[in-house]
């Protein structure tokens, strides 16, 4: 293998615009104003017309759309694969929902609640193991294949386990 002065590129799958980001899409900075992601727009919708980026003209747009409006850029940033750009959202996120330092009550009322298990009762009764091989009734085995008997003991030294049985087969 000759070794060559030119890089190899390769070619990766796109991921969607959601994990990307906007910030990484716009070449923005977490704390941008409206005059730096507008000017970042503008540059990043040139080089798609002039083809010197493979980013699509609608995720440019998509970008600033969701950098323009408060509650989507708070999503984007959380859901992006940027950590850079996460650092403030989980303080942002806090202080929307009422929790601060210090203070481990929440100000919001939960959706679910959990239920206690200490009452909970299986809708149906398991049996024991040991009953169950126990209740099994060996057939009777010809007698002119010897490796029969051998193996059926084999497979009922096996430990049950239900998640491992393919209804499919």
Do not use: C
């Not at 609608?58 to 996460?86: G, K, P, Q």
């Not at 298990?117 to 040991?130: F, I, N, S």
């Not at 169950?132 to 009777?140: D, E, G, Q, S, Y």
């Not at 010809?142 to 998640?163: G, I, K, S």
């Amino acid at each position: 293998m000759s070794q060559s002065a030119e890089p190899i590129v390769l070619e990766l799958a796109p991921l969607p615009r959601e994990q990307v980001g906007p910030f990484l899409l716009l070449g923005l900075d977490k704390t941008a104003d409206k005059e730096t992601i507008d000017a970042h727009w503008a540059e990043r919708l040139k080089w798609a017309r002039k083809g010197q980026s493979k980013v699509p003209l609608e995720d440019i747009n998509w970008a600033r759309e969701v950098l323009s409006d408060i509650e989507r850029r708070i999503r984007a940033d959380a859901a992006s694969l940027n950590i850079d750009t996460t650092d403030g959202v989980l303080a942002q996120l806090a202080q929307r929902y009422g929790v601060q330092e210090g203070k481990p009550t929440r100000t919001w009322q939960a959706l679910d609640n959990e239920k206690t298990l200490a009452d909970y009762r299986l809708p149906a009764e398991v049996p024991d193991a040991a009953s169950v091989r126990a209740a099994l009734i060996v057939p009777k085995l010809p007698e002119d294949v010897p490796a029969v008997p051998l193996l059926l003991e084999r497979l009922a030294q096996q430990p049950l386990d239900p998640w491992a049985i393919d209804l499919k087969g």
